[in-house]
């Protein structure tokens, strides 16, 4: 968690380096460009989101089988740096720096059930940068940003209205800023060293209790 506990100052100097961010609304993705990943989902909502909110940036930043393919896309769409625009992986320091830049974070995957009960490190980055999330699967990741309100769970298949959600939340600077706070809230009571330390220790020890139970058995 201390990792991610930056000051506003890093994103303010992140968007100070790139002409077309500077003081708009960003939404970043950052992590692999896989086949299970779905990045090309973040190029087709930013063609929807600019006939919408133009203004609004979309950043990926990472690697992967699938990243020539995304930006192929995004060229095809016509969206390729003007609303959408790409950053080759980088160090975790440096994501701290997106993060804190960003409006929102995302975190994605192709219309599949089995992934829903992922654990990817990008969701619990964006948690404990204090970033509002959105997510476009179902699943315990979105039970949660359902119940403590640190997010958006947004349509996988029905890109107009995923769009306007983006487009609803981005304009919200209260909600971003009140999905902000759940969001590190969140990392810090549930997810923090201390707190999955704590929860391991338990399971451990409830499997140390079952054992020796067991064995007094036989």
Not at 14 to 20: A, I, K, N, S, V
Request: hydrophobic share 45%.
């Amino acid at each position: 968690m201390d990792l991610f506990g930056i000051p506003a100052e890093a994103g303010y100097q992140f968007r100070c380096r790139f002409e077309w961010l500077q003081d708009r609304p960003l939404v970043v993705y950052t992590g692999t460009f896989g086949l299970m990943n779905g990045v090309d989902y973040l190029v087709q909502l930013a063609a929807k989101v600019r006939e919408i909110m133009p203004e609004i940036r979309f950043l990926a930043c990472g690697d992967g089988a699938k990243f020539d393919e995304v930006q192929g896309l995004a060229r095809q769409l016509d969206v390729l740096d003007r609303n959408f625009f790409m950053l080759h992986s980088m160090p975790k320091l440096e994501i701290k720096d997106v993060l804190s830049a960003a409006d929102m974070a995302t975190s994605l995957f192709i219309n599949l059930p089995a992934m829903w009960a992922n654990s990817a490190n990008k969701f619990f980055d964006a948690l404990a940068s204090g970033t509002a999330v959105a997510i476009n699967y179902q699943g315990w990741q979105a039970d949660l940003l359902n119940e403590t309100g640190a997010g958006i769970v947004i349509s996988v298949d029905n890109i107009d209205q995923a769009a306007h959600d983006i487009v609803t939340k981005v304009r919200d600077k209260a909600w971003i800023k009140a999905a902000g706070k759940a969001a590190r809230q969140l990392a810090e009571e549930r997810f923090s060293r201390d707190e999955l330390t704590k929860r391991l220790e338990q399971v451990l020890e409830g499997a140390i209790y079952q054992y020796q139970r067991g064995s007094r058995q036989l």
